[in-house]
């Protein structure tokens, strides 16, 4: 397949040269398109310097891979029919929510039973407070499921790119975890502040230090969310048996 | 006429012997009075004689014999003559066809008819039946059989099997005279009984019925014939996976056979059959197997044309070639899902796919256009090259689906391999296009080979069929509300559907496809609704053209949650059911009794789904050319009742019959669901593969029922049971009247009292 297939790349490549560099999110009324709502409960409110982080989100990734996204996500509130409008939800803070309401864990519960992806980014690491309660939270809306660690074996770390570990404004632990249902991780856990990481200020420069290992940290954050995004509109493609010995070859290639 | 005489004429037997007895009995005391009373010899025997006199006289008067006069005839016994009337009588046999020898047979039983009373019967499939001569004036006349037999010539409807064990079996269970014996016309080439163990097979058939069997041979020499005797797949006929055919070639009547070339072929809708196998057998002793090792890449009913290359001299080519039906099943439907970029929409259809177990998804999904710029190395990138020259053109016939999702055909290399994905579906394979901004026009395939099967017009001007970003919400036309394959979504959402983002721009709908969805708003050029969601048929391939990507609202929404998400599953469950033409999405279903032979008339039965009502329109196109070679027409009345339709006379070959249900819908130019099966017809068929005579078997019946094997020329020699007499009239007159038996008694009672007085007795 190797050379013939190359040469495929190399004439799709060409093709697409031609077609102009520009390419407008397109999916009618971008309604397919990758949206990196904010879920937002009780009375929290989506301000702060990361509220630029979802747009910068949705522009890496229509910039790095050929999946639609919508530049300008927005918020969603957990007790509103809109959160069933799209399969995925960023839920992000820095210190503990509070109880969920009867009506938000209905919500979430629909949510996820239809399929939603919930991705849960810590924004405060350090205290971690957010992430616990938010997993107090969680067990009220699947009491039958608890986070696991997951790595590079999980389709997430190779969903786009090939990641060895998870990144964001914080080194953080190497893996993510998740809640998995049906095989598949439907609600992630990050304690890397990805949002963090992402963040863009108007001036264009990054408002917030990633440490400990700078710009080359925040390009894993920023490639760590790209397979996110491709995990929420891909599922499970990238663990086909099609792609195996390829990302195999590629994995033992790359130190 | 005979001459009798009763004892009584009207006293039931039981009083007659009683009066005798009483008479006796009375003639026994009067001895026992007279000895005991010990009288001179000559009283005595005065006394007896007139008491003994007297007795009888009294006995006479109350039982007052009769005289009978009776006539009467021969009756000859019932024999049941069983007349093979299957395809195989036009086979050569005895100076003539099988079938002339049968006329002869008949004739010679006929000189007979004055002894025996023959019922003549034709056998073949299931229980015989009068034969029913179908000689129509305008067909050249069978040849009468020599003789002076007034008898019409053996023509009944050709039976498609040689079944004497069902014939025999429903003699033996019939409720009316029992026949004493019965004659079997046949050649021996019989399905039933088998070849080993007729005899006791017959017997077992007959059960409790313990009569000879006699039988007539019609042939008793091969032709010169090389056949394809018989046609197995060896295991089930799966898709995909390859299998073989076993081929058994017979060469009899002295025919020098030596190599014959086999060859294999699948019948298409149009042009010509795509040859699978071929081999050769080598004929030892009159016959040879060979294995035909083949994949069939599609599933369902297939048409397999087995041809043989006989040699010269061959007196019957019509079993040279077979036509086969051949039931493929499938293990796992296979599918090509390819879209253009990873959207929801895509999303929800692939996890769809990956749901279903019987499904086995190939994906590949353009990640990375050359423009973007992935700001790493390709060794850090988990993505691979697509692969579109070796999937389009090596791999395409191992899938059973296409599903292009918003795929540009232009940038990645499909272009090039669209006229081979045309061809794909023409030779049955199935492809789904759905919508999206790189889909249908904008996607480049208008004007292409692909656009020629979809079932939509597809505009080559880019410009002029673009995308509608307004939202809408399509509705169900008048077919999509009967069609089974949108009942499983109904049933969940009935009448409502969800909005929808948007929509390619499609021109009307082609000919002869099923438009279920429509645009509420939007017109085509001649002023029809825009379809959205259309099915048709090319060849043996099915498409179908979704115009939109939002079918994922029907599994994440507000609207979804309604029905937890399920409506999506049905949905795609029933459209790619439909597509691998599953029963349950198929509004009929419709199949040839008891088989299609060449020339003989050919019935289809049509069931169909209870619901559906208005007039059934068949069309029976023949395979290969796609002529339409009969329109039939039946009413439906929604009830589900299966209807019987008359198709008529069939040459050889394969056809496929399409039938439309509650056609003449309001849209003159689309048709409501179709549904077709393919079917063959033969020239010779199973009944002419063998056209050697089994003379064994007929002799092995008639020895286990102690019957007699004779050929049909000396079939009046059968040793047939005698007649019978049988009273016809019986005429009963009194001897005397009965008042002189009453008079004669008591002039004897008196001269014995005054015997019995004279001879001192009281």
Known sequence: MGRRAAVALITAATAGLALGSSRPARAFGEEGAFDPRVLLTGNARWEGVRTTAPGRWSKELADRTSAPARLGPGTVRADEPTLLAEPFALWGGDDAVLVLTDREVSGLKRFIALGGVLLVDEFAPEKGAFLRSVKRELARVLPEGSPIPIGDENVIFRSFYLLRRAAGRVEGPAKLEAIIRGGLPQVIFSAHDLMGALARSPSGLSPIAVTPGGERQREKAVRLAVNIAMYVLCSSYKDDQVHAPFLMRRRKSTP | ?762
């Open chain 2, 1 to 762: 006429m005979n001459r009798s005489f009763a004892l009584s004429g009207d006293l039931a037997p039981p009083f007659v012997i009683l009066a005798c007895a009483l008479a006796a009995l009375s003639a026994v005391l009067l001895l026992i009075e007279l000895w005991r009373s010990r009288r001179a010899r000559a009283s005595a025997f005065r006394i007896g004689a007139s008491g003994l006199l007297a007795v009888l006289g009294l006995l006479a008067a109350v039982l007052r014999p009769v005289g009978i006069v009776s006539k009467g005839s021969l009756v000859g016994p019932k024999v049941i003559v069983l007349a093979d009337a299957s395809r195989s009588i036009d086979l050569p046999g005895l100076d003539g066809t099988r079938r002339q020898a049968i006329d002869r047979a008949l004739a010679e039983l006929d000189q007979r008819s004055g002894e025996v009373r023959y019922s003549v019967l034709a056998f073949g499939d299931g229980a015989p039946t009068p034969v029913d001569n179908v000689a129509s004036p305008g067909e050249s006349p069978p040849i009468a059989a020599p003789g002076k037999t007034a008898r019409a010539p053996f023509h009944p409807r050709a039976r498609l099997q040689s079944d004497l064990g069902a014939a025999l079996e429903a003699i033996a269970r019939a409720a009316d005279e029992r026949p004493a014996a019965v004659v079997v016309l046949s050649d021996g080439r019989l399905d039933r009984p088998a070849e080993l163990s007729a005899g006791d097979a017959v017997k077992a058939a007959l059960g409790a019925l313990q009569i000879p069997i006699h039988t007539v041979s019609l042939a008793d020499t091969a032709p010169r014939d090389a056949s394809i005797r018989r046609v197995l797949a060896a295991g089930a006929a799966v898709a995909h996976q390859p299998f073989s055919l076993r081929i058994e070639i017979g060469c009899d009547g002295g025919l020098s056979c030596g190599d014959v070339p086999v060859v294999a072929r699948e019948l298409r809708e149009k042009g010509e059959p795509t040859q699978l196998a071929s081999g050769v057998a080598h004929i030892v002793a009159g016959r040879a197997t060979v294995e035909l090792p083949m994949t069939i890449e599609r599933a369902g009913a297939r048409i397999l044309e087995i041809s043989i290359q006989a040699p010269a001299g061959d007196a019957i080519p019509e079993n040279d070639r077979r036509f086969i039906t051949l039931d493929v099943t499938r293990d796992r439907v296979r599918v090509l899902h390819v879209a253009g970029r990873p959207t929801y929409d895509v999303r929800a259809l692939r996890m769809w796919l990956k749901s279903d177990a019987s499904v086995d998804v190939v994906a590949f999904f353009i990640l990375r256009t050359p423009t973007d710029n992935v700001e790493a190395s390709p060794d850090e990138l988990a993505l691979i090259p697509f692969p579109v020259d070796e999937l389009f053109s090596e791999h395409l016939p191992s899938f059973d689906a296409v599903v292009l999702q918003d795929f540009n055909a232009e940038p990645y290399g499909l272009t090039k391999h669209l006229p081979s994905l045309a061809r794909y579906v023409d030779k049955g394979g199935g492809l789904i296009m759905v919508g999206g901004p790189d889909a249908f026009g904008p996607g480049h395939y208008g004007g292409t080979k692909l656009a020629e099967v979809l079932p939509v017009d597809l505009s080559p001007d880019r410009k002029e069929q673009g995308t509608d970003l307004a939202g809408f919400t399509p509705r169900f036309t008048e077919a999509g509300r009967v069609a089974p394959v949108l009942a499983p979504l109904r049933a969940l959402i009935g009448e409502d559907l969800p909005e929808i983002p948007g929509v390619d721009l499609v021109g009307d709908a082609r000919r002869d496809t099923t438009v279920l969805l429509e645009h509420p708003t939007r017109k085509t050029a001649s002023g029809a609704p825009m379809p959205v969601l259309a099915l048709g048929e090319h060849g043996s391939g099915r498409t179908m053209a979704l115009t939109i990507d939002g079918s994922h609202r029907l599994l994440f929404s507000a609207f979804a949650a309604n029905a937890a998400g399920r409506a999506h599953g049905a949905f795609w469950d029933a459209m790619l059911g439909w597509l691998m033409r599953d029963p349950r999405f198929e509004p009929a279903v419709i199949d040839v009794r008891g088989g299609c032979v060449a020339g003989e008339d050919t019935t289809l039965t049509l069931h169909p789904l209870p619901g559906p009502q208005g007039e059934a329109v068949v069309k029976i196109l023949r395979l290969g050319t796609g002529e339409v070679v009969a329109t039939l027409k039946t009413p439906v009345d929604g009830s589900g009742a299966a209807r019987e339709i008359a198709a008529g006379k069939l040459p050889a070959g394969g056809y496929s019959a399409v039938v439309e249900i509650g056609s003449g819908m309001k849209n003159g130019t689309t048709k409501s669901p179709t549904t077709r099966r393919d079917f063959a017809c033969e020239s010779g068929g199973e009944e002419w593969a063998d056209s050697r005579p089994d003379e064994d078997r007929l002799r092995a019946i008639a020895a286990a029922t102690g019957g007699v094997f004779v050929r049909a020329a000396d079939a009046g020699q059968l040793p047939l049971p005698a007649a019978t007499q049988v009273a016809t009239e019986r005429k009963v007159a009194p001897i005397l009247p009965a008042w002189a038996w009453t008079l004669s008694a008591a002039v004897l009672l008196g001269a014995h009292w005054v015997v019995r007085r004279r001879g001192g007795l009281t």
